[in-house]
């Protein structure tokens, strides 16, 4: 690590683990959009809006595309030519025109600001958001390799043990979010995603990181999501025994519904189930998902009904086991079998299909397991290749055909425009 990299820490917002902490105890949902802008005004424009939202909420910097694959150059010709991007380039405007952006921004110590950006390999970006007084960010050597990139997955989860101790070492506050549990976003059991968002925060665990929050995408079903956040609370408590840790749950990842009724209708239920479920924070999708580029404006409607939902929705309360729990557990073990060092054991375990992502086409992925929605909705194991587990393939089937899963990649749109 050079010596610029040991620079003293000067944070520009409160730190975010607290944010959420406060939340907690004050007994409020967080809220957060994800929003980014390619210019200064813009972006502040965006994180004041958020702020202002009666709301507990926390500020989102979304990276554009060029940042998250290293292409500063184009995200500096870009901005030179007043060119759209499609997200905030960080490394390109630096870390002085970033403090400028989140100065006098904290709403009296309470608004903290995560960077969210998409990259396998972020080096520059951690060094960037630190210098900008930043220290929350998201990802994990998996969860931003296989859906995102074609970066060899020993080369990524390298990078990222790099970032995971920068950042340990430039900050006392640091914030890492695994999001492993979003992998591909849609269509991937609910037990391998808690497995994965779990191996995450132990890889951020042992690269030395004591702030960490664990992630779960809303999914098909209701109760079957019920019962995966409740096994990654319990299993996650059981795992991770040197790190503060929180859940973050997910609207719903995929399609989205194009009717704006369906499109909030699946809001409010993800807030429902964030309500239910007593997870921490939720990150929102907005009406217009389906169709164009969500504005300020729409983020913060999205906001004001998650929250809505959420206050008006019944307490937590206890989730039927739906064989979630066992089934995270069986691969998070065998994972952990494989070696001492948790990245070593996640490239291992992928080269021997032990962990085996449906329907990622990623090189390094086995491309064996296969999922499907069962007649209740829930998403099962079709077949799950050399994993650890069983699958539960329906009587008579062999194999699944293209419009079987064009017709599970619109369920969720499909059922809830339907509904409306």
């Known amino acids: 690590m050079s010596g610029s990299d040991r620079r003293p820490f000067v944070p520009t917002a409160p730190p975010f683990g607290a944010a959420i902490a406060a939340a907690r105890a004050a007994g409020e949902l967080v809220v957060q959009p994800r929003m980014g802008f390619a210019t200064v005004?813009?972006?502040?424009?965006?994180?004041?809006?958020?702020?202002?939202?009666?709301?507990?909420?926390?500020?989102?910097?979304?990276?554009?595309?060029?940042?998250?694959?290293?292409d500063h150059a184009s995200a500096r010709h870009a901005l030179d030519r007043g060119s759209n991007l499609n997200g905030y380039p960080l490394v390109t405007h630096g870390p002085d025109t970033t403090r400028e952006l989140t100065a006098n921004l904290d709403g009296g110590g309470r608004f903290a600001v995560q960077v969210r950006h998409g990259s396998s390999l972020p080096l520059d970006i951690f060094r960037v958001l630190l210098d900008s007084g930043l220290d929350a960010t998201e990802g994990g050597p998996v969860s931003y390799c296989l859906p995102y990139s074609r970066t060899p997955l020993v080369r990524s989860v390298?990078?990222?043990?790099?970032?995971?101790?920068?950042?340990?070492?430039r900050s006392p506050t640091a914030h890492l979010e695994s999001f492993g549990g979003c992998l591909l976003g849609q269509l991937c059991p609910p037990s391998l995603l808690v497995a994965m968002t779990v191996l995450e925060?132990?890889?951020f665990e042992q690269h030395g990181l004591r702030d960490i929050s664990l992630s779960y995408a809303q999914q098909t079903d209701f109760e079957q999501d019920r019962a995966a956040v409740a096994a990654l609370r319990r299993l996650a408590g059981e795992m991770l025994t040197e790190a503060s840790w929180h859940i973050v749950l997910y609207t719903y990842m995929g399609v989205f519904p194009r009717s704006e009724a369906g499109a909030l209708a699946l809001l409010r239920q993800s807030a429902l189930l964030a309500a239910r479920t007593g997870v921490e924070r939720l990150i929102v999708k907005t009406a217009a998902e389906a169709y164009r580029i969500p504005t300020v404006e729409d983020n913060v409607r999205?906001?004001?009904?998650?929250?809505?939902?959420?206050?008006?929705?019944?307490?937590?309360?206890?989730?039927?086991?739906?064989?979630?729990?066992?089934?995270?557990?069986?691969?998070?073990?065998?994972?952990?079998?494989?070696?001492?060092?948790?990245?070593?054991?996640?490239?291992?375990?992928?080269a021997r299909g032990y962990l085996d992502v449906p329907y990622c086409l990623h090189a390094d992925n086995a491309q064996r397991s296969r999922s499907y929605i069962d007649g209740d909705g829930r998403l099962r194991w079709f077949s799950v290749g050399l994993m650890p587990i069983s699958a539960q393939a329906p009587r008579g089937s062999s194999r699944l055909r293209a419009d079987d899963l064009l017709g599970m990649l619109s369920h969720v749109q499909s059922t809830f425009d339907r509904a409306a």
Do not use: Q
């Not at 390298?158 to 070492?169: G, I, Q, S």
């Not at 065998?334 to 001492?340: F, S, T």
């Open 201 to 203: 925060g132990l890889f």
């Open 41 to 70: 005004p813009a972006m502040r424009r965006g994180l004041e809006a958020v702020r202002d939202v009666p709301a507990r909420t926390v500020g989102t910097i979304t990276l554009d595309s060029y940042t998250r694959v290293g």
């Open 158 to 169: 390298d990078a990222w043990a790099r970032c995971c101790e920068l950042l340990a070492t």
């Open 302 to 350: 999205a906001l004001r009904e998650a929250a809505r939902a959420a206050a008006d929705a019944d307490p937590p309360d206890t989730a039927a086991d739906d064989g979630v729990y066992e089934e995270a557990r069986t691969l998070v073990e065998a994972v952990l079998a494989l070696h001492p060092d948790v990245g070593r054991a996640l490239t291992t375990a992928f």
